[in-house]
């Protein structure tokens, strides 16, 4: 989404500088990684909370929608989640559509302020087709890490665990700063 809201509104955001970590630039990438690996058990526990609030809402979404009960509940995939649910309800023709609509990847070059991009090869909702294959912009600080995971980026041992985030996030808009 903020991408999407930093190329959008390129001339005049409200805002200076921005971070985006660990972002799923790729919606339909990430929808298909979710489903593989060790990665299933982050989708069941994201799609579950997903359902439940929707089982919750099911007599406003029965309404906009035309939704059963049991329709949500046969859901076992993200995909179908986002098919049923998500891309209709908020305007678009279906999953495909949102993904493709949605997803910040072909946004980036229209982005004009500084941005730093963290992304880790290890996230499990990531997959190869998150990471820019072309050359970014000059404002852009793209940032992949070998390890990471889904915004976790802890070093240090398990008894001093360090958050790297936690320090390298205000490095760099004291960089900034310090350049203005």
Known sequence: ????????????????????????????????????????LYKNYLLSSLKSSAL???????????????????????????????????GFKDAEDYYQQCSGIHRLKEIKL??????AKDDPFMTDEVIPKFVLPDNIDYRLFEQGGHVGFVTGS?????FWLEHALPAYYESLIASA
């Open 158 to 162: 398990a008894l001093k665990p360090r």
């Open 1 to 40: 989404m903020l991408v999407n809201y930093l190329a959008q509104y390129n001339d005049d955001p409200l805002i200076d500088a921005a971070t985006i970590v660990s972002a799923p630039l790729d919606l339909g990438a990430c929808s298909a990684r979710i489903e593989q690996g060790f990665s299933k």
């Open 56 to 90: 919750q809402k099911h007599h406003l979404i029965k309404g906009e929608l035309g939704l059963s009960y049991q329709s949500i509940k046969r859901v076992t995939k993200l995909y179908e989640f986002d098919d049923l649910i998500t891309a209709p309800l908020h």
């Open 114 to 119: 500084p941005t730093q991009i963290i992304h």
